[in-house]
């Protein structure tokens, strides 16, 4: 069974700083991608920020220039540095982590998600 569980989430005024990890723990055989997702209230998730397990990074439109993809490869955790934030930033943040597992049926390319992490950014 695979965990993903998301913390670092808060109340921050607009212009402040958070900064959110995701490890994932259980039996995971390799890992293709991770990142961040967003959902506001009334809206679709939307993709912020994702990383490959070679390093490639992209980020929403949104994202670039204020949000910073990371990893520890070592303790199966992303992180996702948020500066300069935005009331518009608020949402419940997703992480993913896509890859192959160990399963119930044995091998399998799956993506697992966290519960999620509410970040409110205030005027």
């Known amino acids: 069974q695979v965990q993903v569980v998301e913390s670092g989430g808060g109340l921050v005024q607009a212009g402040g700083s958070l900064r959110l990890s995701c490890a994932a723990s259980g039996s995971i055989l390799s890992v293709n991608a991770m990142g961040w997702h967003r959902q506001a209230i009334g809206d679709q998730r939307e993709l912020v920020a994702t990383?490959?397990?070679?390093?490639?990074?992209m980020y929403a439109d949104s994202a670039k220039g204020r949000f910073t993809i990371s990893r520890d490869n070592a303790k199966n955790t992303v992180f996702l540095q948020m500066n300069s934030l935005k009331p518009e930033d608020t949402g419940v943040y997703y992480c993913?982590?896509?890859?192959?597992?160990?399963?119930?049926?044995?091998?399998?390319?799956?993506?697992?998600w966290g519960q999620g992490t509410q970040v409110t950014v205030s005027s």
């Open positions: 993913y982590w896509s890859g192959v597992f160990l399963t119930e049926v044995g091998k399998s390319t799956r993506t697992y």
């Open positions: 990383v490959t397990s070679g390093g490639s990074t």
